[in-house]
């Protein structure tokens, strides 16, 4: 899987803000583990706590708001390099959701209002790279 990883980050917000900048590597995800929101936000809140699913290479997916982060702790047990999948898709405005197409028209799969060209990704347009 291609990501861009940053180094130690403190918590969620600075890898949104800096991590695109990263350059891309390539990860081989060793498991995977679901977070409701609730746990997701004390997760990623002090990525220095140590986590039991560590050390590993670990997609982590917040199953209420369909977002993922990959960790690397190159064998710690806190999540020493946290990033995105490169494609990870853009979500939609409205519910922070995937799209997808019904009749042509493209659908936040949560509301299903319909949703400008690209958000959600049920578009294919990728815009979520911008450098
Ligand atoms: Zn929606």
């Not at 990860?27 to 140590?50: A, C, G, H, L, R």
């Not at 290479?57 to 690397?72: F, H, M, P, R, T």
């Not at 959701?97 to 509301?111: H, N, R, V």
Request: charged fraction near 25%; charge should be negative.
């Amino acid at each position: 899987m291609e990501v861009r990883l940053m180094r130690k980050p403190l918590n969620f917000e600075e890898v949104d803000k800096h991590c695109w900048r990263k350059p891309i590597t390539n990860v081989t995800i060793q498991k995977v583990i679901v977070m409701t929101n609730k746990e997701w936000n004390v997760f990623v809140s002090d990525f220095f706590k140590p986590q039991d699913f560590l050390p590993g290479v670990v997609e982590v997916i917040n199953e209420d708001k369909y977002i993922s982060i990959i960790v690397d702790s190159q064998g710690y047990d806190y999540a020493r390099y946290v990033g995105f999948e490169v494609d990870t898709p853009k979500l939609t405005s409205c519910c922070n959701a995937y799209s997808t197409y019904i009749d042509d028209m493209l659908c936040c799969k949560k509301c299903y209002n319909t949703v400008p060209l690209g958000e959600g990704d049920g578009g294919g347009a990728a815009t979520m790279i911008i450098e």
